[in-house]
């Protein structure tokens, strides 16, 4: 079973890995400009990591009329890849 799915306006492609939809992300959709600061970033996950780094919640719910759950949602996106990505680090790092 997959356990990544990329949800980019209904994609729905499923891959083994965080690292293999991020790819997916950055390779076959259009990027994101970032309504705070204009900046072009791929869309999905890394728009969500500069969204979420670069700025201040109270930001990106001002400019994306986002609610408490549209960042709740984003912030789970984020610390569930991260693990991920932490995890494979790890066990290359173990190796």
């Known amino acids: 079973m997959t356990g990544w ?3 980019i306006d209904g994609c729905g492609v499923t891959f083994e ?3 293999e939809l991020i790819a997916h992300q950055k390779g076959e959709h259009a990027g994101h400009e970032c309504r705070v600061c204009g900046v072009e970033v791929p869309d ?3 728009a969500i990591r500069h ?3 670069e700025h201040t919640r109270a930001q990106y719910v001002r400019v ?3 609610d408490a759950e549209a960042i709740r949602v984003r912030e789970a996106v984020l610390r569930r890849v ?3 990505l932490d995890g494979s680090i790890s066990a290359v ?3």
Do not use: K, T
């Open 93 to 95: 790092n173990s190796e």
């Open 51 to 53: 969204a979420f780094g």
């Open 44 to 46: 999905g996950y890394p």
């Open 5 to 7: 799915e990329c949800a």
């Open 64 to 66: 994306y009329d986002a």
């Open 17 to 19: 890995s965080a690292e």
């Open 82 to 84: 991260q693990s991920a």
